[in-house]
């Protein structure tokens, strides 16, 4: 990826995961420019979900553009959510964003700082 201040998220093939899912790190200080946050896209099938996870060094911040999602936080909630909803997953908390709707999930994310497999 060049140095360029700008990506294109089709110019960007992403990572195929499983539950079926493609994740596409779009900018972050691996690819230089940024330092101090990394953001991507993630693509979740009908269905799918992004499974349990936690981040402990880092805060993420989402942005659903399109699709239902259930999002459950460990010890906060469950919540459905649709288009054009902004959240986050608090630093320690184990959360999972399900695709609860009839498309493909799209949401944008950011953390900060960079998770570790972000930087250079």
């Known amino acids: 990826m060049a140095d360029l201040p700008f990506v294109k998220a089709s110019d960007v093939e992403g990572e195929y995961r499983e539950p079926p899912r493609r994740s596409k790190l779009l900018l972050a200080p691996k690819y230089g ?11 979740t099938e009908v269905g799918s979900m992004i499974p349990d996870h936690v981040h402990t060094e880092s805060e993420e911040v989402l942005f ?57």
């Not at 420019?33 to 693509?43: E, F």
């Not at 959240?87 to 799209?106: A, M």
């Open 64 to 120: 659903l553009i399109s699709g239902r999602a259930k999002l459950v936080i460990e010890g906060e909630g469950e919540w459905e959510i649709g288009p054009e909803t902004a959240f986050y997953s608090p630093i320690g908390k184990k959360h999972r964003v399900e695709n609860i709707g009839d498309e493909p999930l799209k949401l944008v994310w950011v953390y900060c700082p960079p998770l570790p497999s972000h930087m250079k």
């Open 33 to 43: 420019g940024v330092i101090n946050v990394s953001m991507g896209m993630n693509i």
